[in-house]
T-cell receptor
Framework: KAGVTQTPRYLIKTRGQQVTLSCSPISGHRSVSWYQQTPGQGLQFLFE???????NKGNFPGRFSGRQFSNSRSEMNVSTLELGDSALYLCASSPLGTGGPNTEAFFGQGTRLTVV | GENVEQHPSTLSVQEGDSAVIKCTYSDSASNYFPWYKQELGKGPQLIIDIRSNVGEKKDQRIAVTLNKTAKHFSLHITETQPEDSAVYFCAVTEYSGGYQKVTFGTGTKLQVIP
């Protein structure tokens, strides 16, 4: 079974630009969560999607948004990039909703975003 | 919201020694506690988990203990090997309203010295 796939792996953007990151979950997984990982802040929860609906959201500004498609693939978008947005963005999929509560999250390798 | 503290932030041990990483949490409703290992250039990967109705779980050289009363849980790695070197994250999960809320600790960088 293929794992969680995130594209692209690396990205360099200029301040003020916008960026879209993509995540393909494990086949059959309907829940997709996004995290921002920085050296100082660890793993910070951005949002979670399930069956194309955002179910949960972390404490990030409105510049961070996401969506999920009918095939469970998800994208996250960051508009008006700031230097502080430089981070590793991780996507995790889970069989939540099919496997019951308290199920494992499977992470992708992440997209390394650098804002210059 | 949930607050998770993880200690230590860095840990160096000699190969063959044991390593212990501790996490505390604040929300007594939390009921699932996974531990993740993140190697360089990779995403976190689950190594062991424990549910609130269990006090201890072991898988070969790795064990996790949970004290619900004190709201803390620990990861124990025995007979450490160089390939155990990585960043370890604890996580605290609360299942309510039909979905999970996951909060991660800040991570522990473990270095195993050959």
């Amino acid at each position: 079974k293929a794992g969680v796939t995130q594209t692209p792996r690396y990205l360099i953007k200029t301040r003020g630009q916008q960026v879209t990151l993509s995540c393909s979950p494990i086949s059959g997984h309907r829940s997709v969560s996004w995290y921002q990982q920085t050296p100082g802040q660890g793993l910070q929860f951005l949002f979670e999607y399930f069956s194309e609906t955002q179910r949960n959201k972390g404490n990030f500004p409105g510049r961070f948004s996401g969506r999920q498609f009918s095939n469970s693939r998800s994208e996250m978008n960051v508009s008006t990039l700031e230097l502080g947005d430089s981070a590793l963005y991780l996507c995790a999929s889970s069989p939540l909703g099919t496997g019951g509560p308290n199920t494992e999250a499977f992470f992708g390798q992440g997209t390394r975003l650098t804002v210059v | 919201g949930e607050n998770v503290e993880q200690h230590p932030s860095t840990l160096s041990v000699q190969e063959g020694d044991s390593a212990v990483i501790k996490c505390t949490y604040s929300d007594s409703a939390s009921n699932y506690f996974p531990w993740y290992k993140q190697e360089l250039g990779k995403g976190p990967q689950l190594i062991i988990d424990i549910r609130s109705n269990v006090g201890e779980k072991k898988d070969q050289r790795i064990a996790v203990t949970l004290n619900k009363t004190a709201k803390h849980f620990s990861l124990h790695i025995t007979e450490t090997q160089p390939e155990d070197s990585a960043v370890y994250f604890c996580a605290v999960t609360e299942y309510s309203g039909g979905y999970q809320k996951v909060t991660f600790g800040t991570g522990t960088k473990l270095q195993v010295i050959p």
